[in-house]
């Protein structure tokens, strides 16, 4: 350095700081501000070409921004050369300092112009390079210009100066123009502000002040939401995500092929690990999960986004850890004799440096956020999209393994967990490194003293160790408990109808209390434990701190002074926020790692065999050869199965109950196991499964499937499907919304819409399990004859079909019979019948059953009306009888045409929609205070009161011993002993004096905190309890109409995240915003008490503080508000997923459905985005306000250091460090407060819903014995499901005597299943009375009326649980009673099969049964209620014909002497009923007995029979 400078000093103390005015040396000058920036470019400039290099090439136009650019550069280069001329020419020689500077200068305006054309090429909007760069150049040759005047250089040598000048002035300009954007060339891809805003914009979040004007003058709404930038979006993020899964699988065994080429998408993602042998090996396949890291593959795919955002982290680290130094330097300024003002400048540089490190680490901190909580909603949209994948892959044997309910909280609760905790991830390393740095500097001021304060650190990290061990595992347990609730929630509110009908909503409400009081016995746990952790923390600065204090005044002979406490104050201030941060910290990695760990075991799950199926180009359209196939690879079902059918051919697959029909559909799909064989199948496939999945859709968008509209088509499949009358009485027609699992349709309407799906998909191979179960005979006829049969839609198509109904036999080409897994025979209908073998004893036991039966009523009619017509020989003649019934049900078909063009009353529904499901709405505005206290009121207002005292408390117990620390280096007896040596004895009793009060404030800090952890702990469960309860009691008490409106996604939200909210983060939120409040309040009341100045500065800076609040708060508390309503339709998606993934995959509408959850993840994100840049700008305003407070005190302190004491102004500067992160940390809690308080908003919309009439009517109970007769009298009744809906019963007037057996018939939308429900009141009246026994029904508690009814509904709900609960849920019967309704019911001997007999586990929605099973156990339960009154809807349709004749002959048996209501859709099964009701448009169209109404030939119900031919 001395060779460069000659003879010039590189640094002089006393010139530069000493003097009244700073002077640099030359040597200074040339070197450092020239060498720090220019330096700086030219070493990331390796790095930086190579991002260059590596960018994609998509160029800007020339425009006059880069033309001036390079003009300037030019010209700046030109000056250089000058400057480099006049400083070489009187030392000729290259080696000197300011020679080497201007040829460095020289050299960098190459570089930069090599920049700004290549940036232009790659077409960069901004650069931060080339703005970092400017900006350092024109705050550095600040200090050169400052030097030049001062040396006045101007008149000694004015062409330098002249040059220096105009070199300055291209600076200026040249950082105006890097302040603006470049204008990109125009493309198709969406682009966000962001992406198109400059440097100086992103840095300090300038380019979200315009949304924010709009959600300031007014709320924002959904269509206000900014697009984000399409490398953000979740299509890309999962394109990249597949990219590095995939690349961890090279590793493993790979055995699977392409599924879909048109969905590229799930090609390779979370691939099966099956390795499947050739074809007839016997041996069993590898079948277990995969073991990929999710961890591994998140950090290739976020790794540098990670690091960018610690190496933020560091730099807020740093800066944290200068400010006490400078704090340190400020007080030996102050402390200094007074008089001495030469150097007051200095104190105002030490103020001003106090100001820029606290202004940069403000700045870091803000962008660290921005990065880290992006980052988290990347990884948030990357895991949903993942999940959504596994869901539409994963096997159906994985599968069962996790309930709907835990998959769904993997969507909903674990990628919160994960998006909220991301930006404190790996932040434990730069507590620690706060942690290390403020002990060193500790040790540089207190010495051996600060090794006590690190023992005590020691001796408390195995115990915080220990706790947050058992803290992980206890978080485990209750995320499972929580899983294990939402699963049952979801259960109880997708059979909500059920519970009501049976009155068993209070039972199931109380098992969801159990297993509430379960998870929070486990939240108590938790939260004991992190209070615990959080009070050792929290109380661990005290004790260093005495500790340290302590051992100093006994080692140390020095008095304590401002500087050594007010220094080690501030940086025991730092060390107290980083023991609390790794506290928070700590905690919050593991709730990472535990949901990582539960996402990374779903996505670790075996997929389906992508190879099980193959996809042939020629020969058969189904083909299998020796295959056997499994649910579970232990125990196969289906075995020995050899099929081959021919491309146009129609089969039907029968046989009894669990014998494998449907499964043999599944394992065409590839659905189940393949253990071995081959399976081939020539094009593509549509399927129809047994219970109809249909979407939260309109009618048309169901049958459109993301397929293209053909009008013409279109409304023959509808024709065909018989669904054109349908949409004549539905309130939109075909643009009618159909609600959650198709809740307001009927069953054969739903059926229907499921079939009409498959026809117009316009597949190769059809498989269709059981589709005409559900419907009307006659229009099951219909739907063969114009569907399936020769001469319907699909008489040119391959069609396998399950059917249960032997009407339809005849007609197909070739029959299947499965019996034990196992293909029995096969054959044509008459091969088959010929062959005697087990199908023609199915056959003849059926019709030997239905002679007993349904044929005896027809001979009961003819008879009754007088017709000679012959009955068949049913033992005689299988074909002749199977073809009459054949021609009844064909003949039937038009009996329904011509009852639809009669009763049709066409409706013109032109650009009509129906919503059924309104989109969720938000408040607006603030938050009310009336919902925080609803929250204050459940914990309980005293109790409030007394936990803000006691933290108060415990702050003011902090605060005064902070005050008694000055009070202690002030004291007479301190100051005199640093001159005079003889006062040890006095100051050692002072010092004993001192340290004994100080540890009075911190036992009272201890005591206070202690209290308030118990008290805090108990309240918050507490009301985390009662607010869980009252939601759910008014939810399982609303009306049905409100779960027919309402997704189940968004009722689960309310009991999922909203609960999580209220039980963790708003007790937390609340605590945070207390202290934050608390502690400001002291920190200016400490500065207040130092510096009363400093009251002139509070004034204009808690204006524009309030300013910034009301700013920020209206678009971030909207914004919060439309993020929740935003989530809602992802779950809801997911569940419908879900439940319907496997006709998803059969239609091969994967890529279909993961494009619109993205859609729907993208809006999510979307808003989530934009709340985090504003809580960005929010923060790094905030701060700024906190650094000017930071200055203001400074300059204070500086300006009066005459007549404050340096312990006082310790205190207030030591104090005012602290502001930024109080000033700053309470927006930021408010904001989160309001947040979390919009979780209770929506809890509470929920409470205030609509209820049902009371359960039980006090005043007026009916007798234990009613029903005793079972006389049920219809007065005038007339009912509608909702308020703005017509009526669905009108006038209704009936009257059905006691015994009687009556069958309701009509179309569809004739009000027959409301009339059912008007029974059970699920629906009241809107005027008339419904009377049984005597007693009107809306006298009555609602239980009083349901639990003395008995129905036996269509479709067969059961619950997670064993076969007892589910016969006798409310635990009232001996297992006698359900040994003997068992036996009656037809299932005994299944259920002694089983190893654990009644405690058997029946799945989740009884999945662990077949339909008829299902179905039997619902039986079961009507025969030990056994009223008085029975109704049946329908109930055997979806049952084969051996459990169908079953089911009739119990309820003839057993329900002889009651009442019996039939809703009928075979006319046949109620022709020996005492009465027939016609319904038609709600009315009452005729009522009379069978053989009445069949006389009356101008009846209804005589056509209906005339064209059934069952009279002549």
């Not at 055995?255 to 099956?274: A, H, K, T, W």
């Not at 949901?595 to 190879?611: G, H, M, P, S, W």
């Not at 019996?819 to 010929?834: A, C, D, F, R």
């Given at each position: ?235 890309y993020l999962l394109s990249k995500y597949q990219n590095y899964w995939n690349a961890s699988i090279s590793t493993s065994k790979k055995c699977c092929i392409q599924r879909r080429n048109d969905f590229p998408m799930l090609e390779s993602v ?1134 989740e929605s009884g999945e662990n049964l077949s339909v008829g099973q299902k179905q039997l156990v619902c039986l079961a339960r009507s025969l030990l209620r056994k009223t008085k009154i029975l109704i049946l809807d329908e109930a055997t349709a ?75």
């Amino acid at each position: 350095m001395n060779q460069l400078c000659k003879s010039s000093i590189f640094w002089d103390w006393n010139q530069t700081v000493r003097e009244g005015q700073p002077l640099f040396t030359p040597c200074f000058l040339s070197t450092v501000p020239v060498w720090v920036i220019h330096g700086w470019i030219w070493m990331v400039s390796p790095f930086y070409v190579y991002y260059l290099f590596n960018a994609k090439t998509n160029p800007n136009p020339v425009n006059w921004r880069i033309v001036i650019k390079t003009l300037l550069l030019a010209v700046n280069t030109l000056l250089l050369i000058v400057q480099w001329v006049l400083e070489y020419t009187p030392h000729h020689s290259l080696w000197n300092a300011a020679v080497l500077g201007f040829t460095l200068q020289i050299c960098t305006q190459f570089l930069l112009g090599f920049y700004i054309h290549m940036e232009r090429w790659k077409g960069f909007v901004t650069s931060g390079v080339l703005f970092t760069y400017w900006t350092g150049a024109v705050i550095i040759n600040i200090v050169l210009l400052y030097d030049k005047i001062i040396k006045l250089e101007y008149v000694r040598s004015t062409w330098l100066f002249t040059s220096f000048c105009a070199m300055y002035v291209i600076l200026w300009m040249q950082w105006v123009l890097s302040c603006l954007t470049e204008i990109p060339k125009p493309n198709n891809k969406e682009s966000s502000p962001y992406s198109t805003s400059s440097f100086p914009s992103r840095l300090l979040f300038s380019w979200i002040v315009r949304f924010m004007m709009r959600g300031y003058r007014r709320p924002l709404k959904k269509k206000d939401i900014m697009s984000m930038d399409s490398r953000d979006k979740a299509g890309y993020l999962l394109s990249k995500y597949q990219n590095y899964w995939n690349a961890s699988i090279s590793t493993s065994k790979k055995c699977c092929i392409q599924r879909r080429n048109d969905f590229p998408m799930l090609e390779s993602v979370g691939q099966s690990l099956l390795a499947m042998n050739d074809v007839g090996d016997s041996t069993q396949p590898e079948y277990h999960p995969s073991n990929h890291s999710l961890l591994r593959t998140l950090i290739k795919m976020f790794g540098r986004e990670f690091l960018m955002f610690h190496l933020l982290a560091m730099i807020t680290v740093v800066c944290k850890m200068i400010s006490p130094q400078l704090l340190r330097f400020l007080l030996e300024f102050i402390a200094e004799p007074h008089g001495e003002k030469g150097q007051l400048w200095w104190g105002y540089v030490l103020a001003v440096s106090l100001f820029v490190v606290s202004a940069l680490q403000s700045i870091c901190y803000s962008h660290y956020l921005y990065m880290s909580l992006n980052l988290g909603r990347r990884l948030s949209a990357t895991l949903m999209s993942a999940l959504y994948v596994k869901v539409l892959a994963i096997s159906h044997h994985s599968k069962q393994s996790s309930s709907d309910g835990e998959i769904l909280n993997l969507m909903s609760v674990d990628t919160s967990t994960i998006r909220n905790v991301m930006m404190f991830l790996g932040m434990w390393f730069e507590s620690i490194l706060e942690i290390v740095l403020s002990i060193y500097f500790l040790y540089d001021i207190l010495g051996y003293a600060t090794f006590a304060g690190c023992g005590v650190l020691v001796l408390l990290m195995p115990m915080n160790v220990f706790l947050s061990s058992r803290l992980f595992k206890v978080m485990q347990k209750h995320m499972k408990l929580k899983d294990d609730r939402i699963n049952l929630l979801s259960e109880v509110i997708n059979g909500i109808k059920v519970l009501k009908l049976y009155a068993w909503e209070m039972i199931f409400k109380d098992k969801m209390i159990d297993k509430r009081n379960a998870e929070l016995r486990k939240l108590m746990n938790v939260k004991v434990i992190e209070r615990i952790v959080e009070t050792f923390f929290h109380i661990t600065p005290f004790l260093v701190m005495f500790t340290v204090l302590l051992t100093y005044i006994l080692i140390s002979d020095t008095p304590l002074d401002a500087k050594t406490v007010f220094v080690s104050l501030s940086l025991f201030n730092v060390l107290k926020y980083s023991v609390d941060d790794l506290n928070y910290f700590v905690r919050d990695n593991l709730k990472f790692f535990v949901a990582l760990k539960r996402i990374n075991t779903f996505l670790n799950a075996v997929d389906i065999q992508e190879d099980s199926v193959e996809r042939c180009q020629q020969g058969k359209a189904v083909d299998i050869i020796d295959g056997e196939f499994a649910w579970d690879i232990n125990s196969s079902l289906l075995k020995e199965v050899n099929i081959a059918i021919p491309e146009g051919g129609l089969v039907a697959v029968v046989g009894q109950v669990g014998q494998g029909k449907s499964s043999l559909l599944s394992a065409i799909l590839g659905e189940m196991i393949k253990i071995k064989g081959k399976v081939c199948v020539k094009g593509s496939i549509a399927y129809v499964p047994q219970q109809a999945w249909i979407q939260n859709a309109t009618i048309q968008d169901n049958i459109l499937f993301g397929n293209k509209m053909d009008e013409k088509r279109y409304h023959e499949v509808l024709g065909a499907c018989a669904l054109t009358q349908d949409l004549n009485v539905l309130p939109a027609g075909d643009q009618t919304e159909i609600g959650e699992r198709g809740i307001n349709l009927s069953g054969g309407q739903k059926q229907r819409v499921s079939l009409a799906r498959a026809v117009y998909s316009d597949r190769d191979v059809y498989l269709l399990d059981d589709p005409l179960s559900a419907v009307d005979s006659y229009v099951g006829s219909h739907i063969f004859d114009e569907v399936i049969g020769s001469s319907g839609l699909l008489k040119d198509k391959t069609c396998i079909m399950v059917t249960h109904g032997i009407q339809w036999l005849p007609k197909v080409d070739n029959i299947i019979v499965f019996v034990n897994g196992k293909i029995s025979e096969s054959g044509t209908y008459e091969e088959l019948i010929n062959h005697a073998g087990s199908f023609a004893e199915f056959l003849e036991t059926y019709l030997m059953d239905t002679d007993k039966g349904d044929v005896k009523g027809e001979v009961k009619v003819e008879a009754l009306q007088g017709t000679n017509g012959s009955i068949f020989d049913l033992r005689q003649s299988l074909n002749d009888l199977s073809k009459r019934h054949l021609h009844v049900t064909s003949s039937t078909s038009l009996s329904t045409e011509t009852l639809e063009s009669v009763m049709a009353d066409k409706v013109n529904k032109d650009d009509i929609k129906h919503t059924l499901i309104e989109e969720e709405t938000s408040e607006t505005g603030k938050v009310k205070w009336k919902q925080f206290m609803t929250y204050f009121r459940t914990i309980g207002v005293g109790y409030c009161v007394l936990l803000v005292t006691l933290f108060g408390l415990s702050e003011c117990m902090t605060l005064l011993g902070n005050i008694w620390l000055s009070r202690w280096t002030d004291d007479p007896v301190m100051t005199s002993a640093k001159t005079n040596t003889n006062g040890s004895s006095s100051l050692h009793k002072r010092n004993i004096h001192f340290i004994g009060c100080y540890l009075g404030f911190g036992l009272g800090q201890i005591i206070s905190m202690v209290l308030y952890g118990i008290l805090c702990v108990l309240r918050t469960i507490g009301a985390s309890r009662a607010l869980h309860a009252n939601l759910l009691h008014t939810t399982v008490r609303c009306p049905i109409s409100v779960f027919d409106t309402t997704p189940s996604g968004r009722i689960i939200n309310r009991f999922s995240q909203d609960m999580e909210v209220v039980d963790t983060m708003l007790p937390l939120n609340l605590e945070n915003l207390i202290f934050c409040i608390i502690s400001t309040l002291g920190v200016l009341a400490a500065i207040t008490y130092s510096v009363h100045w400093f009251l002139l500065v509070v004034i204009p800076l808690g204006v524009i503080y309030y300013l910034i609040m009301s700013f920020h708060l209206p678009s971030s508390r909207q914004l919060r508000r439309i993020i929740s309503t935003n989530r809602s339709p992802i779950y809801s998606y997911f569940s419908e997923t879900l439940a319907g993934a496997s006709v998803i995959r059969a239609f091969g509408k994967e890529n279909q459905f993961m494009i619109e959850m993205q859609r729907r993840i993208n809006d999510f994100h979307q808003a989530d985005w934009l709340d985090i840049a504003i809580t960005s700008w929010r923060s790094l305003y905030i701060e700024m306000l906190g650094c000017l407070v930071i200055l203001a005190t400074c300059i204070i302190a500086v300006g009066t250091k005459d007549s404050i004491s340096p312990g006082i102004a310790g205190l207030s500067v030591s104090y005012s460090l602290t502001i930024i992160l109080s000033m700053n940390w309470f927006v930021y809690v408010f904001t989160l407060v309001e947040t979390s308080a919009v979780s209770v908003e929506r809890i509470a919309e929920y409470t205030e819903k609509e209820s049902e009439n009371d359960l039980i009517n006090v005043d007026h109970r009916p007798s234990e014995d009613w029903p005793g007769q079972g006389q049920v009298t219809l007065s005038s009744y007339s009912t509608r499901y909702r308020s703005q809906l017509d009526l669905v019963l009108r006038n209704i007037n009936v009257t059905i005597k006691p015994g009687e057996k009556v069958g309701i018939v009509g179309r569809t939308g004739a009000g027959k299943s409301s009339l059912a429900l008007a029974l059970f009141r699920l629906i009241e009246p809107v005027s008339g009375n419904i009377e049984i026994d005597g007693e009107r029904l809306t006298d009555l508690g609602l239980h009083d009326c349901r639990s003395k009814l008995t129905i036996l509904p269509q479709d067969p709900v059961l619950f997670s649980g064993t076969l007892r609960m589910n016969v006798d849920p409310m635990d009232e019967y001996t297992d006698e009673e359900i040994w003997n309704a068992l036996e009656h019911a037809h299932l005994k001997s299944y259920v002694l099969s089983l190893s654990t007999g009644l405690d058997s586990e029946c799945g989740e929605s009884g999945e662990n049964l077949s339909v008829g099973q299902k179905q039997l156990v619902c039986l079961a339960r009507s025969l030990l209620r056994k009223t008085k009154i029975l109704i049946l809807d329908e109930a055997t349709a979806a049952v084969d014909l051996e459990t169908d004749d079953l089911i009739q002959r119990t309820i003839r048996e057993e329900f002889r002497e009651c009442t019996v209501l039939t809703i009928a859709h075979r006319l046949n099964t109620v022709m020996d009923y005492d009465r027939i009701m016609v319904l038609d448009k709600g009315c009452v169209l005729e009522y009379d007995t069978p053989q009445n109404l069949l006389a009356d030939d101008k009846s209804m119900f005589h056509e209906l029979a005339k064209n059934a031919e069952i009279i002549k």
